[in-house]
């Protein structure tokens, strides 16, 4: 038996998260300048970082010899008072990635089961493998969650049950209701986690209040991070809202300085900085419109996107993104959500859409 051999079959069995293509990386492989490279695929901020951010970060910087605060009490008071909840309902993460990986560490274990929704998010499924817990993975509808088929599907086993709204790569959405809804079916000792990633993205008329929830939902988590609209992806830092007692065992779960000083005091500021915000949106809604106007004119289907990307058909999702990264352009290919005839696109610049249409259209042929 070989060393490798030794880790339990389910973690040998994971496939590991691939991450969107880096300039750098591009550069090396194509021999291209990286000034002259778009990433279209990592659904970034092209604001980049909010002004207020950047100051709060280099002014934290000079005492990085420090360790950060382990509690995160400036950030979490920040938040706290944001959302009107009490500290002890928060748990940071080194990015929201970190926070589903808390909740399935938590609350699974090889006796229990987790349910998600096909082409959602890829880390759902790593979570719960991670853990030796049973995948229950329920058929998409119109690419998005099928609420009710997912209730049917959690059993005597299931544990948790992941929801995105809106859902990454499809960019689909869930009106607020029917996720309340769905929150008084699920039976009270299975935690639903709310991924709400790209919820600072939604329209006007699509918002809702989750946090209002968890005062009737005890069993309900709300996840975002400060990887999108926030611009701090580099930074990794991302929270969950919970009840007391369901965030104490998250927290109970939690590597020691989990989120780094750096990230703790940039995304204090950011989320003060309501005009960065604004224009961080406004950005995004009118390259939504910029690329859905480009896509109709070369033909292609896409699906109705509530988040910063767009995903549409190529037909040849694997040829297509090649051609785009030999002009430099690069977009996320989702064959491994299992979607081989789609891809998805971050909204840019309109600078940056504008370069993405024309290589498109030359990647089409």
């Known amino acids: 038996m070989t060393i490798a051999q030794r880790a339990p079959a389910y973690v040998r069995a994971i496939s590991p998260y691939i991450p969107g293509k880096p300039i750098s990386e591009l550069a ?18 092209p604001l980049g970082m909010s002004p207020k951010a950047k100051a709060a970060m280099l002014a934290a910087a000079d005492d990085i010899a420090r360790y950060p605060d382990g509690n995160g009490f400036a950030l979490k008071s920040a ?68 609420l009710a088929a997912m209730g049917d599907a959690v059993a005597a086993d299931t ?31 299975v935690i639903v986690v709310l991924d709400e990633a790209y919820n600072e993205y939604l329209a006007p008329e699509q918002r809702y209040d989750a946090v209002a929830w968890l005062a ?15 611009g701090l992806a580099g930074l990794r830092i991302g929270y969950a809202i919970a009840s007391p007692e369901v965030a104490d065992l998250m927290n109970r779960m939690r590597a020691p300085f989990n989120a780094n000083s750096l990230a703790l005091a940039a995304a204090e500021a950011a989320l003060a900085d309501e005009e960065f915000l604004q224009r961080s949106f406004e950005v995004n809604r009118d390259g939504l419109v910029q690329i859905i106007a480009g896509l109709d004119k070369l033909g292609l289907q896409h699906i109705p996107s509530a988040g910063n990307f767009l995903t549409f058909k190529v037909g040849d999702g694997a040829g297509v993104n090649q051609r785009l990264l030999k002009q430099g352009v690069i977009v996320r290919p989702i064959g491994g959500y299992g979607m081989p005839e789609w891809l998805r696109v971050s909204i840019g610049t309109q600078a940056e859409n504008a370069r993405f249409l024309e290589a498109l259209a030359k990647a089409l042929g």
């Open 159 to 189: 544990r948790i049950v992941f929801v995105a709204n809106p859902n990454n790569p499809t960019g689909t959405f869930l009106p607020g209701e029917l996720i309340e809804s769905f929150l008084k079916q699920v039976p009270k000792d």
């Open 216 to 230: 009737q939902h005890p069993n309900l988590v709300i996840t975002r991070t400060f990887s999108k609209i926030y």
């Open 79 to 146: 938040l706290a008072k944001k959302f009107g909840v009490g500290i002890d309902t928060l748990v940071l993460g080194n990015g929201s990635n970190d926070v589903l990986e808390l909740i399935a560490r938590a609350f699974l274990d090889e006796s229990g089961s987790g349910v998600f929704a096909q082409h959602a998010f890829a880390v759902y499924p790593l979570a719960i493998q991670s853990v030796g817990a049973r995948l229950i993975e329920v058929p998409a509808r119109n690419f998005g969650h099928d």
């Open 28 to 45: 090396r492989e194509m021999g291209l300048n990286e000034a002259d490279i778009v990433k279209l695929a990592s659904n970034e901020n």
